[in-house]
């Protein structure tokens, strides 16, 4: 059956076509708000609403003219319904169940971070159930036991800010531009390595929990000290720091984790997944520590509409396709250990 897969959730419209018995993924666009919101430093809501409507229907006439495919083609319309932007969020719920009402199709609520966490399945090497995975995004830090499509038990997660949260602020600390994640990582590869100490939160703890708003004040009472010494700071070393620093406790828990669950196959996914030094490390540790690694494709790891159409394929397959009731609702907070 042709799924089609809507993604608004914040400041990407992504749009995909996936096939589960012909083809796989057929295709998928998306459209980032990046360049827009970039002049205030942050997503603003109300914008994002609005772009997301201008960019529905040429992104699905895109895929569809990419796919081959017309619209009478499709069977099913997945689309996110949270946790996200609530206006966003609405914008594609709206689209997606107007078209799939006009259509006589299902329309299926997907969990954002189900979509992401399912995501590296749509690999060529792709893991089987169970497995642990570590969502690392700009909203989430998370580890959790995955048994099967639908059944997500938390294990443990951020008691403040998420991992790509402290990436974004402390890459405007940096003077980086939003969201400075992908720039603080480049940055940070000709930084040396432990100029700057930096603490690594509770790494000790023996749970699964993180914290990261301590790394950012951490990182800005290094510069608040440079202006009063007057002793230059060289950034790409702070950032070098601060990457290690996040690393380190990701890489130590994801350990734990296996540890903890003898589960022998951990995924990541959500955008901080696509961090260069973090595949390296947990990469580096997997070998050491006996278990699997499996990552989404590096586009596929920031927002998209792929992830969106393929849990949605998933679901129907499942037989577990409403996650939602009728009507346009969204749900701008989801605790994902809830759904099933
Ligand atoms: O999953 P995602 O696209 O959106 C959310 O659902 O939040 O994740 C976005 C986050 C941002 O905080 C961004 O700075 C971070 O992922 N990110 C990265 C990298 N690429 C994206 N952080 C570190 N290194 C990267 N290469
Ligand atoms: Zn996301």
Redesign the pocket.
């Known amino acids: 059956m042709l799924v089609l897969g809507v993604e608004t959730s914040?400041d990407e419209t992504g749009l995909a076509l996936y096939d589960g018995q012909a083809g796989g993924l057929l295709a998928h666009a998306v459209h980032s708000q990046v360049a827009m919101h970039e002049a205030y430093g942050g997503v603003v809501p109300e914008l994002a609403s609005r772009d997301h409507l201008r960019r529905l229907v040429p992104l699905t006439r895109e895929v569809l003219a990419r796919a081959g495919r017309r619209i009478e083609d499709l069977g099913a319309i997945a689309y996110t319904e949270g946790p996200g932007l609530a206006g966003a969020l609405l914008a594609g719920a709206a689209f997606a169940r107007s078209l799939a009402h006009a259509l006589g199709l299902p329309a299926i609520g997907i969990h954002?971070l189900e979509g992401?966490l399912l995501s590296p399945l749509l690999s060529a090497r792709a893991p089987t159930f169970p497995f642990v995975a570590l969502l690392v995004?700009?909203?989430h830090t998370q580890l959790m036991r995955v048994h099967e499509v639908g059944r997500y038990e938390l294990l443990g997660e951020t008691l403040d800010d998420a991992a790509?949260?402290a990436?974004?602020k402390t890459a405007k600390l940096l003077g980086l531009g939003y969201?400075?994640?992908?720039a603080l990582?480049k940055l940070a590869e000709s930084g040396t390595p432990g100029r700057y100490k930096l603490p690594r939160p509770m790494i000790g703890s023996g749970d699964l929990e993180f914290s990261f708003s301590g790394l950012k004040t951490s990182v800005s009472t290094l510069l608040r000290k440079e202006n009063k010494n007057e002793e230059k700071i060289r950034p790409p070393d702070l950032a070098r720091a601060f990457v290690d620093a996040v690393v380190d406790v990701l890489v130590a828990k994801c350990a734990l984790a296996m540890e903890r669950t003898g589960l022998t196959q951990l995924v990541v996914a959500?955008?901080?997944g696509?961090?260069s030094q973090l595949r390296a490390a947990l990469n580096a540790k997997a070998r050491t520590a006996g278990f699997d690694v499996f990552y989404p494709e590096p586009e596929l790891c920031?927002?998209n509409g792929a992830m969106i159409a393929f849990a949605g394929a998933l679901r129907l397959k499942a037989g577990k396709p409403a996650n939602s009731g009728a009507g346009f609702g969204v749900r701008p907070r989801w605790d994902l250990a809830s759904i099933s």
């Open positions: 914040c954002h992401h995004s700009g909203g790509g949260e990436f974004d969201p400075g994640g992908p990582s959500g955008g901080v696509a961090n920031t927002d």
